[in-house]
């Protein structure tokens, strides 16, 4: 029996999204002790703000 079943971009997306703050709260702890925590949290935030907008446009051009 084969199950032939899909999952939608939305839950992809929520998915994604959820796996990012995972990392970035674990990666946040690991790095709490040092002096340039707070550079390095900033270059994580960017990080993930350019690849939620790379997913934003994606969604935005499935859609159309």
Not at 33 to 47: F, I, L, P, S, Y
Request: aromatic residues 8%; glycine residues 8%.
């Amino acid at each position: 029996m084969v199950l032939d079943k899909k999952i939608s971009i939305g839950h992809f997306v929520y998915t994604t999204i959820i796996a990012l703050l995972i990392i970035t709260f674990t990666l946040v702890f690991a790095f709490g002790g040092n002096r340039d925590a707070g550079n390095q949290v900033n270059v994580m935030a960017t990080g993930i703000s350019i690849i939620l907008a790379v997913i934003a446009i994606l969604m935005t051009l499935v859609d159309v």
